[in-house]
């Protein structure tokens, strides 16, 4: 059984309308998928309708945003109520502080470059939680950089001029609140190095102590020196290992079942959490 339990649509920052996953899932030889668009569940419906036309297994998940002490940490949540108001409220507040740092970075990179605010909306499907990949998209359409990977290493950069933060909830208590939302929550890439800086092992001892389910090891933007680091911490802290492809459809590299999860963290998941798996 394949499983990769990261991926993202259009609804947030990919290229792929949640159906166009399911159908790439498909084609990529995947028997389940985990839809984790950016702090929000807007595409599982659509992603749902479309188990029974590709007869891949959906996951419904999202990823949060989330801090500690200023570091940018990514959050999976997996199989939580959506009527969950703490969990549903913190998505609401990190979409609109999104939305407004988006507009901030703009105004400063379009004093050094042609872009415009108008630009970025023409990059974002209806209802997508706007980010900088959108404005990555915008500069790539105006023929200032090659690609998106090009734009984040230099423009958008968290090291650059242009950067401009946005509200995310503290991490350990964003760890008790998915699981009070009868979610299952793994920390996504947690030593991408290449990102920014990352949480010490300290922290995610914390998360462990809140409720933390897993680490998601297995990821394209680990070394080898960082998987095995990680691989000693899960084992310390009795943590699940899994290992996802993290796609975002033409928008990045990362390609459909490169990492996958094994059948038993699967099981886990659905076991701790409020919703089922959709099957075919």
Not at 150 to 157: N, V
Request: glycine letters at 8%; a negative charge; one cysteine or more.
């Amino acid at each position: 059984m394949r499983i990769d339990p990261h991926v993202h649509s259009a609804t947030s920052d990919g290229t792929d309308t949640p159906a166009e996953v399911m159908r790439a899932a498909a084609a990529a030889g995947l028997d389940v998928v985990a839809l984790t668009d950016h702090d929000t569940v807007g595409g599982w419906a659509e992603a749902a309708d479309a188990v029974a036309e590709t007869g891949v297994a959906l996951v419904r998940g999202a990823e949060l945003s989330c801090q500690w002490r200023g570091i940018t940490v990514h959050l999976l949540s997996y199989l939580h109520d959506p009527a969950d108001a703490a969990v549903a409220a913190e998505m609401r507040r990190a979409r609109s502080s999104r939305q407004d740092r988006a507009r901030v970075m703009v105004e400063r990179i379009a004093r050094d470059y042609p872009i415009s605010w108008a630009q970025v909306e023409e990059q974002l499907a209806d209802g997508a939680t706007v980010g900088r990949p959108h404005i990555a998209d915008a500069l790539v359409a105006a023929g200032v950089m090659p690609d998106r990977s090009t734009c984040f290493e230099t423009i958008l950069s968290v090291r650059g001029p242009y950067y401009v933060p946005y509200h995310a909830p503290d991490v350990v208590h964003a760890v008790g609140l998915v699981r009070a939302a009868g979610g299952v929550p793994v920390m996504a890439h947690p030593r991408a190095a290449v990102r920014g800086r990352v949480v010490p092992d300290s922290v995610v001892a914390k998360m462990a102590d809140a409720g933390l389910a897993g680490l998601e090891i297995d990821h394209r933007d680990h070394t080898a020196g960082a998987i095995s680091d990680l691989e000693a911490l899960a084992a310390r802290l009795g943590l699940a290992r899994t290992g996802s492809s993290d796609y975002h459809g033409a928008g990045k590299p990362n390609r459909l079942g490169e990492h996958t999860t094994s059948p038993e963290v699967l099981e886990m998941i659905e076991n701790e959490g409020f919703l089922p798996v959709v099957r075919p």
